[in-house]
């Protein structure tokens, strides 16, 4: 490894570390504009010269383009060396505008860090300054161009980076110019990046615009709970409101940047229509005299119905705190088992899914980014986790193959194979896979029972689309590649295929190869419900029950289950059905109209807790602020009123876990912050791996690896009968998919106005051989009718896309919810054309 000396100190780095690498591992920041960590060296601002005194090169040359040697002695302070960096700052600020006042870079703005500190600040040039004309480039960015100093991150960001090509460099020398060909939306979800790697002012956040500086800021680590990837965010607050949310780097998870989706999903913390107030029967109310109602009434029905007729329905958007007090509130007042999903199917498959996650075949983003190979089976990236795309597109760009096995019409900006393949072939596709790419003798190194599931895998036909020779290309590049990564989907996916998708990574361990194992799953904390869920217990069977007149009260905590359940009538039905049901939510949701008593709770940006995302990362989120209404409601627009007192307004809410304890009675009371002792002590029991001391408190910066759900007993015994097939009694039907989209879907950012002008048109897809047999057009209305109801909406013919198939987006705009927990087929009888 070279040995360098810069500014008297010797350094020893890595081979191929560029000089201004190597001079910020010892906390020497050498001036750049141009160069960034994510996106490498490329020499085009000149500002991070320094001198060489000794090595094989002499004299002033570019830090970043540079690669440390032996020999090497280097001056960042000489004077040649500096005078040459000031005179590059005053070429820069020739025709920069003076409107740093009104800039909202203002204050974390490299070019005026860099002109302070390199003594600028005289304008010698008397000529007139070069202008531009700003574009629109959509809701979530401010193109201010006359303030750009062409160091190109931009555009090698957008373009380089995430693979989308709508903005980039336009004319040259003196008049080049940063943008689109005309004005519009930028197309990439990951367009808010641009105001963090702009160096200036040139892109800046629209939301946010003109609200503050980052110093007027209460800023804080904390994590996205909009996908279950638990990126690394910093939270911005001021005047108790959540203003900004931001990348924060994450060497496992993220890196440097996050998606538009998570970056402005926060906007529900802060709306006017947030109840913060407890209210009996859609009354305000005091919070401990609705308590005291809400108490006495669940102890009514305890003793006139029993215990049993009491359910609580907990959700994968709480903390873990909050989550095990669901279960521990249950299991003191023997309340039914807790649900935390929408139906049984999903249950299984996150369990599944978390019973794989072993040591040693888990991988991070990071990982992911590193493959040679990445298959994902029956997963959408780009829709169901947006920076998991960017993490495949990282591969790419260092040489992976990426092959996508999904029946849906899948988009990612990099060159990819997809294969278009129904759900109910992908189990029997992993299995050809197996038994193509890994010899009989290879599989036995797996053991015993890795070689009897090997030898009862069964002889399929290849899915329709897939030709031989393009199974064997794809055979090819799997035996070739030495770190392979299975990408898996828990939402579209039949469960077998959570399974046999593990199965294929560890045959491809058995052969030698760095494999490793990615899940996707259904919501922030997942991996935490599903580790306390009861395998049998879902919303489905609590509204099963309802209907049979078992279950008298429901318990709602952070969970809307009119956003996610299949069947909104049969839903509404069951809970019009209850004498009581409590909702505990910061949201203003449909259940909340419903609800008998309701308990505002706090968000992840006003109260700790535990987040666990899909590869077993426990991370902990610290509160931002203590919450309150923010004072532009309490105001009304002007100045808040001048009362004063200890508390601060709006502060009603607490933490669902601490609502669940008071609830749950005297013997179960809260410590500090809501925080029952004993939630950690049972948590302990599941997750040995929390048992540590102050477990709620600072984590390690990149989380605790949680692998105590992983069971060695499913490996390989995956139900190669148990598929979810359609029925045989109907060959013409229809496999039916509910899809997320990257906007408009999610439940959290569907409550940020400034993502809506992102959402696509609500579509039905399917594909052009189908439509065609059914005769309906492209871009006609049509509709599906069931017995829960009628949705209604353009059709989309796809070329892209599994034939035998159609794909139902859980757009928010669109009637989706009409369709029976389970439901796997739909008969072209159910499809017709609607009337406008």
Same mark, same amino acid.
């Given at each position: 490894?070279?040995?360098?000396?810069?500014?008297?100190? &010797?350094?020893?780095?890595?081979?191929?570390?560029?000089?201004?690498?190597?001079?910020?591992?010892?906390?020497?920041?050498?001036?750049?504009?141009?160069?960034?960590?994510?996106?490498?060296?490329?020499?085009?601002?000149?500002?991070?010269?320094?001198?060489?005194?000794?090595?094989?090169?002499?004299?002033?040359?570019?830090?970043?383009?540079?690669?440390?040697?032996?020999?090497?002695?280097? @001056?960042?302070?000489?004077?040649?060396?500096?005078?040459?960096?000031?005179?590059?700052?005053?070429?820069?600020?020739?025709?920069?505008?003076?409107?740093?006042?009104?800039?909202?870079?203002?204050?974390?703005?490299?070019?005026?860090?860099?002109?302070?500190?390199?003594?600028?600040?005289?304008?010698?040039?008397?000529?007139?300054?070069?202008?531009?004309?700003? !574009?629109?480039?959509?809701?979530?960015?401010?193109?201010?161009?006359?303030? /750009?100093?062409?160091?190109?991150?931009?555009?090698?960001?957008?373009?380089?980076?995430?693979?989308?090509?709508?903005?980039?460099?336009?004319?040259?020398?003196?008049?080049?110019?940063?943008?689109?060909?005309?004005?519009?939306?930028? &197309?990439?979800?990951?367009?808010?990046?641009?105001?963090?790697?702009?160096?200036?002012?040139?892109?800046?956040?629209?939301?946010?615009?003109?609200?503050?500086?980052?110093?007027?800021?209460?800023?804080?680590?904390?994590?996205?709970?909009?996908?279950?990837?638990?990126?690394?965010?910093?939270?911005?607050?001021?005047?108790?409101? =959540?203003?900004? #949310?931001?990348?924060?780097?994450?060497?496992?998870?993220?890196?440097?940047?996050?998606?538009?989706?998570?970056?402005?999903?926060?906007?529900?913390?802060?709306?006017?229509?947030?109840?913060?107030?407890?209210?009996?029967?859609?009354?305000?109310?005091?919070?401990?005299?609705?308590?005291?109602?809400?108490?006495?009434?669940?102890? #009514?029905?305890?003793?006139?119905?029993?215990?049993?007729?009491?359910?609580?329905?907990?959700?994968?958007? @709480?903390?873990?705190?909050?989550?095990?007090?669901?279960?521990?509130?249950?299991?003191?007042?023997?309340?039914?088992?807790?649900?935390?999903?929408?139906?049984?199917?999903?249950?299984?498959?996150?369990?599944?899914?978390?019973?794989?996650?072993?040591?040693?075949?888990?991988?991070?983003? +990071?990982?992911?980014?590193?493959?040679?190979?990445?298959?994902?089976?029956?997963?959408?990236?780009?829709?169901?986790?947006?920076?998991?795309?960017?993490?495949?597109?990282?591969?790419? /760009?260092?040489?992976? !193959?990426?092959?996508?096995?999904?029946?849906?019409?899948?988009?990612?900006?990099?060159?990819?194979?997809?294969?278009?393949? $129904?759900?109910?072939?992908?189990?029997?596709?992993?299995?050809?896979?197996? &038994?193509?790419?890994?010899?009989?003798?290879?599989?036995?190194?797996?053991?015993?029972?890795?070689?009897?599931?090997?030898?009862?895998?069964?002889?399929?036909?290849?899915?329709?689309?897939?030709?031989?020779? %393009?199974?064997?290309?794809?055979?090819?590049?799997?035996?070739?590649? +030495?770190?392979?990564?299975?990408?898996?989907?828990?939402?579209?996916?039949?469960?077998?295929?959570?399974?046999?998708?593990?199965?294929? $990574?560890?045959? %491809?361990?058995?052969?030698?190869?760095?494999?490793?194992?990615?899940?996707?799953?259904?919501?922030?904390? $997942?991996?935490?419900?599903?580790?306390?869920?009861?395998?049998?217990?879902?919303?489905?069977?609590?509204?099963?029950?309802?209907?049979?007149?078992?279950?008298?009260?429901?318990?709602?905590?952070?969970?809307?289950?009119?956003?996610?359940?299949?069947?909104?009538?049969?839903?509404?039905?069951?809970?019009?059905?209850?004498?009581?049901?409590?909702?505990?939510?910061?949201?203003?949701?449909?259940?909340?109209?419903?609800?008998?008593?309701?308990?505002?709770?706090?968000?992840?940006?006003?109260?700790?807790?535990?987040?666990?995302?899909?590869?077993?990362?426990?991370?902990?989120?610290?509160?931002?602020? =203590?919450?309150?209404?923010?004072?532009?409601?309490?105001?009304?627009?002007?100045?808040?009123?001048?009362?004063?007192? +200890?508390?601060?307004?709006?502060?009603?809410?607490?933490?669902?876990?601490?609502?669940?304890?008071?609830?749950?009675?005297?013997?179960?009371?809260?410590?500090?912050?809501?925080?029952?002792?004993?939630?950690?002590?049972?948590?302990?029991?599941?997750?040995?791996?929390? $048992?540590?001391?102050?477990?709620?408190?600072?984590?390690?910066?990149?989380?605790?690896?949680?692998?105590?759900?992983?069971?060695?007993?499913?490996?390989?015994?995956?139900? #190669?009968?148990?598929?979810?097939?359609?029925?045989?009694? *109907?060959?013409?039907?229809?496999?039916?998919?509910?899809?997320?989209?990257?906007?408009?879907?999610?439940?959290?950012?569907?409550?940020?106005?400034?993502?809506?002008?992102?959402?696509?048109?609500?579509?039905?897809?399917?594909?052009?051989?189908?439509?065609?047999?059914?005769? %309906?057009?492209?871009?006609?209305?049509?509709?599906?009718?069931?017995?829960?109801?009628?949705?209604?909406?353009?059709?989309?013919?796809?070329?892209?896309?599994?034939?035998?198939?159609?794909?139902?987006? +859980?757009?928010?705009?669109?009637?989706?919810?009409?369709?029976?927990?389970?439901?796997?087929?739909?008969?072209? *009888?159910?499809?017709?054309?609607? !009337?406008?």
């Amino acid at each position: 490894m070279p040995k360098i000396v810069i500014d008297d100190i &010797e350094i020893e780095v890595a081979p191929k570390t560029t000089v201004i690498e190597a001079a910020a591992q010892l906390g020497i920041m050498i001036p750049r504009f141009c160069y960034h960590p994510a996106l490498g060296s490329v020499g085009a601002c000149r500002v991070c010269a320094v001198k060489f005194l000794e090595g094989p090169l002499k004299g002033i040359q570019m830090s970043c383009m540079v690669e440390a040697q032996d020999g090497m002695v280097v @001056s960042t302070t000489d004077k040649e060396a500096a005078d040459f960096r000031k005179s590059v700052i005053e070429w820069l600020m020739l025709h920069h505008p003076h409107d740093c006042p009104v800039c909202d870079a203002g204050g974390h703005c490299l070019l005026q860090d860099m002109t302070v500190s390199g003594g600028h600040g005289i304008r010698r040039y008397a000529g007139p300054k070069r202008t531009y004309h700003d !574009q629109y480039l959509g809701p979530l960015i401010q193109h201010e161009m006359n303030r /750009c100093i062409h160091c190109y991150r931009c555009s090698r960001f957008y373009q380089e980076f995430t693979g989308y090509t709508d903005l980039g460099v336009m004319r040259n020398a003196n008049h080049t110019y940063f943008g689109r060909f005309e004005d519009g939306i930028l &197309e990439s979800p990951f367009t808010g990046n641009l105001s963090d790697i702009c160096p200036t002012g040139v892109y800046t956040d629209k939301p946010s615009r003109y609200f503050g500086r980052r110093w007027d800021y209460q800023r804080q680590p904390s994590l996205c709970v909009n996908c279950s990837l638990g990126c690394h965010t910093i939270a911005s607050v001021k005047y108790r409101e =959540v203003k900004r #949310q931001e990348a924060r780097f994450s060497r496992d998870i993220n890196g440097h940047f996050i998606c538009d989706r998570g970056r402005y999903g926060f906007f529900y913390a802060s709306l006017d229509s947030r109840p913060r107030e407890a209210s009996v029967n859609g009354n305000t109310a005091p919070y401990d005299e609705a308590l005291q109602a809400a108490s006495t009434k669940l102890g #009514q029905i305890e003793q006139e119905a029993g215990t049993d007729a009491i359910a609580i329905l907990g959700s994968g958007r @709480s903390s873990l705190e909050t989550q095990a007090m669901v279960k521990l509130s249950s299991r003191l007042r023997n309340w039914r088992s807790p649900a935390y999903f929408m139906d049984s199917i999903t249950v299984a498959k996150v369990r599944a899914a978390i019973n794989r996650l072993e040591t040693g075949l888990t991988v991070s983003m +990071r990982d992911v980014e590193s493959a040679d190979l990445v298959l994902c089976i029956g997963a959408d990236p780009m829709n169901e986790a947006p920076m998991l795309a960017l993490a495949m597109r990282q591969a790419q /760009c260092n040489g992976a !193959q990426i092959v996508v096995a999904d029946p849906r019409p899948i988009s990612l900006p990099m060159t990819y194979q997809h294969l278009p393949v $129904a759900a109910t072939d992908l189990y029997g596709l992993v299995g050809s896979l197996i &038994e193509s790419a890994v010899d009989r003798q290879t599989a036995s190194q797996g053991g015993e029972k890795a070689s009897r599931f090997y030898d009862a895998l069964p002889d399929e036909d290849l899915p329709a689309g897939i030709s031989e020779d %393009l199974f064997t290309a794809l055979v090819d590049r799997i035996k070739d590649s +030495r770190q392979p990564v299975i990408v898996c989907g828990t939402d579209v996916a039949p469960l077998p295929v959570n399974g046999i998708a593990a199965d294929l $990574a560890l045959y %491809l361990k058995a052969a030698g190869k760095n494999a490793g194992l990615f899940y996707l799953l259904p919501g922030a904390n $997942a991996f935490g419900a599903g580790l306390l869920s009861d395998s049998e217990v879902s919303l489905q069977s609590i509204v099963e029950a309802i209907e049979g007149g078992q279950v008298k009260a429901l318990i709602t905590v952070e969970s809307n289950p009119l956003h996610h359940f299949p069947d909104r009538q049969r839903l509404i039905q069951a809970l019009d059905k209850l004498d009581l049901l409590i909702v505990l939510d910061y949201l203003d949701t449909d259940a909340l109209e419903k609800a008998h008593f309701f308990f505002p709770s706090t968000t992840l940006y006003e109260s700790n807790g535990i987040f666990v995302n899909q590869e077993g990362r426990a991370q902990v989120v610290q509160a931002a602020y =203590v919450g309150g209404l923010p004072i532009v409601q309490s105001g009304g627009g002007n100045h808040p009123p001048r009362i004063y007192g +200890r508390g601060v307004p709006g502060v009603g809410t607490r933490p669902a876990r601490q609502i669940l304890a008071d609830l749950a009675g005297e013997n179960f009371k809260p410590e500090d912050e809501g925080q029952p002792a004993a939630i950690y002590g049972f948590l302990a029991e599941i997750i040995p791996e929390l $048992a540590i001391e102050n477990p709620g408190g600072a984590f390690p910066e990149n989380g605790i690896q949680i692998h105590s759900g992983a069971k060695t007993d499913s490996q390989f015994a995956s139900d #190669q009968t148990g598929q979810d097939r359609l029925s045989t009694e *109907d060959s013409s039907a229809l496999s039916l998919v509910l899809t997320d989209l990257t906007f408009g879907s999610e439940e959290l950012s569907g409550h940020s106005e400034c993502l809506f002008e992102l959402e696509p048109e609500p579509a039905i897809l399917l594909h052009s051989s189908d439509a065609a047999k059914m005769n %309906l057009a492209d871009g006609s209305l049509i509709a599906i009718e069931t017995a829960g109801g009628s949705c209604q909406a353009k059709l989309k013919v796809i070329e892209n896309m599994a034939s035998g198939v159609v794909i139902v987006p +859980r757009h928010r705009k669109l009637a989706w919810q009409i369709f029976a927990p389970g439901t796997t087929g739909i008969g072209r *009888d159910q499809i017709k054309k609607a !009337q406008a």
